[in-house]
């Protein structure tokens, strides 16, 4: 049985974008490999920029891990804040989060001037456990970690993870983010790169990147682009 994504089966069909195939040798100042949200986010400042931009997607735009994913925008990095610490330090952890974090409030304010209709608003959330009082004792570590460090957050205790959340779980964090529709914004920066001048591929399958000295070639099933920078934009490895 196919799974057709929520965001991208809710979207009007007759509103779903249709670029051409690559075809034929192209130069570019650069190319990017993937039209998800972070490709054709690339593709978008990229285009803005007046830099000649090349997009290729395998399929269809916005219509794999974009269109799939949780629509969340997170305020934080998806790792343990004081296993990060650790490992790297306390000042490149706080460093790391107030990148994440500007980058989230700047990818939100982009998609509001853009005026992109794609249900942006406010949803906090919630780092939680339950397996039991040691893994508590862990996650609370961690929201230590991130206080100590001045990184925004609060704590919720069971009892409050139940009565806000109605999660039966032994405690959590509580972070700030944004849903959205992802899907929609994808598109919709696809649409905003190619009227800038980008040019958006679909149904363009890369099938070889190779670095010169100078330039980069990326090969295609029927064609190929010399760049001078390339952007793997892709949820997976290329085959190569």
Known sequence: MRTVPYFFDTFPRSRRPEYPRQTGEVRATVAIVGGG????????????????????????????????????LRQDFDASFQATASQHGLRAARHLWQSIRRASLDFAAAVRRLGIRADLAPQDLLLFTRDGADAARRLARDYQARRDAGVEASWLTARALGRDAN??????????????????????????????????????????????????????????????????????????
């Open 167 to 240: 999660i039966d779980g032994d405690g959590a964090i509580r972070i700030k983010g944004d849903a959205f529709d992802p899907y929609r914004v994808c598109v919709a920066l696809a649409a905003a790169a190619a009227s800038r001048g980008a040019v958006i591929h679909e149904r363009s399958t890369v099938r070889r990147v190779r670095a010169a000295r100078k330039s980069v070639e990326v090969r295609t099933e029927s064609g190929s682009i010399t760049a001078d920078a390339v952007i793997m934009a892709t949820g997976g490895i290329i085959d190569d």
């Open 37 to 72: 949200l972070t490709g054709c986010a690339c593709a978008a400042a990229f285009a803005a920029a007046g830099i000649r931009t090349v997009l290729l997607e395998a399929d269809r735009i916005g219509t794999s891990a974009t269109a799939a994913s949780a629509g969340l």
